[in-house]
């Protein structure tokens, strides 16, 4: 497996759990590029091997790399309903031997049944998470506290649990999985005649983005990482991705590695919110589809699309632009949101 702390040597002192086999591939979506003018391809991580895959296995091989590192015998998480972080924390659970503890948050007014039954909802359960349900969806420190409740409730039993925290209180350890992944992406261009001008990756909890953008700057390689917002205004997401990068670079040992004009946060396609589905994601969603054959989910990867596009047709990608879009998973959910996606249009033309 390729060891990304050869060329960021700072990695090396955090223990990381592998969980999935190999690099994911690099594609070029020629088709869909040629549409929009830009030279485009995609880092298909969407392709990790662990129960469909997708960004959160890098992020959690570091958090398991914890947890395996304490003798964890169970391990704790809070994500929404349709939680693609929460499938892939249950399935590395189950993998390496731990009871997988998930608390699922109502972070988007749905009255769909598929929502509160299919994708990742159905999935979890089939790989035997403990399910318990925290009433808001907004109020991340408050998820946060209720997962440690019920870890010092497991600790008095005589349990050993580890806590995946998702607030800003807590240090950023899966945002190295995309320290590493940066290095990986660099390895795997080593003798390309061009590199990418541009890397467009969604942006929610921040980990992603800000775990790219210091892999890259701690590389030497000055490429843009362009965060397409989707689940924050860019008002209140830049300054998250802002700490969780200066967390990062102090993490590895590069302090002042990342300055306040490499946070590229876009908002244009995150209304209505988090989690519900805009015209501009369907769109993206049938294109990527009907252009390429790759799918996208409706939450992360659809929407991230989108943004991009949006991007390109106001003028913020130029013509011709090498663009790297990072596919980050979330399949499953395109079986939750099946009923709301039949009612887009078909746009292959």
Known sequence: MFDPSHTIPGLAAFPRQPLSQGQTPLEALPALGSKLGIVLSTKRDDCQTLAFGGNKVRQLEFYFGAAVQMAADS????????????????AAARR?????????????AK?????????????????????????????EAAADRALDQRA?????AGGRPYVIHLGLDHPPIGGLGYVAAAAELWAQLEGATERPDLIVVPSGSGLTHAGMLVGVRALGWQVAVQGIAVRRGADMQRPRVR??????AAMIGRLELIDDGDILIDDSVLAP?????????????TLAAGREGLLLDPVYSGRCLAGLIDLVRRGEIAPETRVLFLHTGGLPALFAYQ?????????YE
């Open 96 to 108: 390496l031997g731990l009871v997988p503890h998930i608390q699922l948050e109502e972070r988007v």
């Open 75 to 90: 391990v704790l998480i809070t994500g929404a309903l349709q939680s693609n972080f929460t499938r892939l924390t249950a």
């Open 111 to 139: 009255t769909d049944p598929l929502y509160h039954s299919s994708g990742n909802l159905f999935l979890n359960q089939l790989l035997g998470a403990e399910i318990d349900f925290f009433p808001s969806g907004e109020e």
């Open 152 to 156: 010092e409730e497991l600790r008095a």
């Open 339 to 347: 009923n709301l996606m039949d009612e887009a249009q078909s746009k």
């Open 273 to 285: 919110g988090y989690g519900q589905l805009n015209p501009a994601t369907k769109e993206a969603i």
């Open 243 to 248: 700490q969780r990068a200066a967390e990062l």
